[in-house]
């Protein structure tokens, strides 16, 4: 099984892809993990998305599509990918049709997490992840069971984002906005789009989108 998860920054996209993860064993495809990693290492990717991440804008289609296409290539062939995070434009959405065909993998879901736009500001600016298992995590909407540890490792070093801030999210609900949400109808053409409430608590669109994946 491959799916996208589409929706804007602080949809809740890395959220339940995570909790795909654990359930079914999937693998986790996401493109802004990929460049975070490169930007900490320093290496030529990492120097080149650095500024653009900055500013909410978006890094270049090649270098995110040579990324997706090593991650899948690294991946088992059986093994299930969620896509989270890419593709962003319809460049990035022509490149994955080309990259799965090339890898015999077929695409079978595009879950549209739907938001209300003004609720994810807050969403954005909460958010923190455990700096050494990578869990998500929200000020307000999902704290940690015990504060200061980690549910998943029992880390206890949080990191926040440095474009998780309101001004970086207007850019990126922008770009979202112009060059992400038109790609969608390339794959209702294909009749594989399904909406799903994202406004909804997390176990309601966690069960939505394991309806869906049954289907
Ligand atoms: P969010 O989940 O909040 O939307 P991401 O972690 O997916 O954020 O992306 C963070 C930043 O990384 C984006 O603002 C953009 O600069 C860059 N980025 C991530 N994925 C892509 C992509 N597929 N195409 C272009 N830029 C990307
Ligand atoms: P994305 O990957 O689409 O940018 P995340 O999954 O990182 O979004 O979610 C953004 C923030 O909102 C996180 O702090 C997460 O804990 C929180 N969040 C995710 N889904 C929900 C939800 N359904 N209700 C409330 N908060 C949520
Ligand atoms: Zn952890």
């Given amino acids: ?12 996209k890395g959220t339940q892809a995570q909790r795909l993860v654990e359930k079914h064993g999937m693998r986790q495809l996401s493109t802004g993990d990929m460049l975070r990693a490169a930007v900490s290492a320093g290496t030529p990717t990492g120097l080149e998305a650095k500024s653009v991440m900055a500013r909410g804008e978006l890094v270049s289609d090649d270098l ?7 991650e899948l290539d690294a991946m088992a062939p059986g093994s299930g990918a969620i896509f989270d995070g890419y593709p962003r434009t319809a460049s990035q959405a022509h490149s994955l049709d080309v990259i799965l065909e090339a890898r015999g993998r077929t695409l079978d879901h595009v879950i549209e997490l739907d938001v209300n736009e003004d609720a994810l500001v807050e969403r954005i600016t909460g958010r923190f992840t455990c700096a050494a298992c990578g869990k998500g995590y929200h000020d307000v909407f999902e704290r940690p069971r015990v504060d200061g540890t980690c549910d998943k490792c029992g880390g ?3 990191k926040r984002r440095p474009d998780d801030n309101a001004n970086t999210v207007r850019t990126r609900m922008a770009e ?21 409430d994202g406004m909804a608590d997390m176990d309601a669109v966690t069960a939505a989108i394991e309806a869906v994946l049954a289907r």
């Fill in 1 to 12: 099984m491959n799916i996208i998860l589409l929706g804007p920054p602080g949809a809740g």
């Fill in 64 to 70: 995110v599509s040579a990324l997706i296409g090593d």
């Fill in 156 to 158: 206890h070093e949080f």
């Fill in 176 to 196: 979202y906005r112009a060059k992400t949400a038109p790609i969608l109808p390339i794959y209702e053409a294909r009749g594989i789009v399904a909406r799903v």
